[in-house]
């Protein structure tokens, strides 16, 4: 493969950056080029709600100037993914349009969990550190600017992910409405801090122990160089860390940038992001932290070089995936048994069927969440338990899906039990996670149902939660899809379920389900 030069562009809640790379199968990816301005989008957003007109002409122009470099360097790809400030500003896509018609980029949107998830990948690229530490009870702690994002690890398995209202330039813009002294705003952080981890532990850390911390954002970047005189530090022990926090404590914040050569922007997010991390590491007595230098840019270099198979993590990131479903799927109370069952069958079917549907890995991936989730609803109300799962789902973030994806497998799930509904369905026109080209609202809803048809099928093979079909046989032959089904017992809940179902598979995919019971000749 020859090399490919590739540019990755953050549009952050304090500063945009511009990272430029060389991707090839053989050398991996090399950062040749590096550019931040700082720009406090963030500031009014979390204060305003809107972004000014004054900070969108200057956006417009770094991103423009930003563009000329490109070209300069004769890049032949390019990605920009914008965060918080963006996401939650009202008047986004306004600003979205601006920056395409002035500057010929396209600016995504990301989600938290989609955002998360590559700067996770890039993290996991450094196979052998990563996969050392997580062998031990870790956290990933990813601090951005607007939020922060707590996920689990157990041995090599993502256990849990939860995304946190601690980002350190929020946390700094909610304390410029207070007026206090130094004493004062270190007091209202850490209480700040406290009422979002109280929770989290309450729910998440309870028994478990955590030996290290692998903490990634721009702040704490800043943070590390600080406590090693400028220079980065990429593993902080604990002891280390309280002592440089007793001599930050009290600086104010022209010091602050005189003794660690700082602006005052970034001077000024020293002590919450200080603050933030000290009470982390009190929360879970962590005695390590690991920083790798891993920046947005580089994450969204790593994914880009992943699809093109220019580098092959080791990690099965899939499966991170399925693990945060599967813990979401406990935390509900979903019957074990059966769901185990209907992995099993939507999965059979799905590969089965796979001349005929015409979908691939990611919507193999989707359908499988469905599967493990179709029953959370239940954990709110078994009068209408599809509408709570609908609702639940969209409610919780899953790492690694985009907000459209996730919308995608409520519906899935709602439409398992209720009457599918053509018209209802009105998902946000946007990107399948790792495709670049958009679909239609038709086409989600052709994608919909046919994900809805195979997990209605699926249900139907275990109606009475009791695996009376967990040796049979599927395959297509003559136009029908057969299932083949070796007990001798009672099928006839089974039977007529999945005779009621099978209705709505042949209107999708134009093969008619038939369910057989082989019997043994006495």
Known sequence: MAIKLFAAIDVGSLEVELGIYEVSAKFGIKKIDHLRHVIALGRDTYNNGKISYRLVDELCSVIKEFSDIMKTYGVEECRAYATSALREAKNNQIILDQIRVRTGIEVQIMSNSELRFISYKAIASKAGEFNRIIEKGTAIVD????????????????????????????????????????????????????????????????????????????????????????????????????????????????????????????????????????????LTGAEMFWIPEVRLCDSMAAEYAEEIKAVKFGHDFSQDILAASRNMAKRYKCHGGHTAMMEKYVLEIFDTMKKYHGMGKRERLLLHIAALLHGCGKFVSMKEPSESAYHIIMSTEIIGLSHMERELVANVVRYNESEFDYTRLNLNKGLLHGTRSTISREGITILTAKLTAILRLADALDRSHKGKLSDCRINVKDGQLVVTASYEGDMTLEIVTFEQKSDFFEEIFGIRPVLRQKRRLS
Request: charged share 25%; aromatic share 8%.
């Open 143 to 282: 601090a951005g600017f607007g939020s922060m994002q707590m996920s689990l690890f157990d041995k090599d398995a993502l256990v849990s992910t939860q995304n946190l209202m601690l980002g350190v330039l929020r946390v700094k813009e909610l304390l410029g409405t207070v007026q206090a002294d130094l004493r004062m705003q270190k007091t209202l952080i850490e209480e700040m801090v406290d009422n979002e981890l109280h929770t989290f532990r309450k729910l998440y850390l309870k028994d478990r122990e955590i030996k290290n911390l692998i903490g990634i954002g721009e702040s704490l970047l800043y943070l590390s160089q600080a406590t090693h005189g400028g220079m980065p530090a990429e593993k902080i022990t604990a002891e280390e860390f309280i002592k440089f926090y007793g001599t930050i404590e009290t600086l104010p914040l022209d010091q602050l940038e005189d003794r660690f050569d700082l602006n005052a922007e970034y001077a000024s997010l020293l002590l919450p992001t200080a603050i933030i991390f000290k009470r982390i590491l009190e």
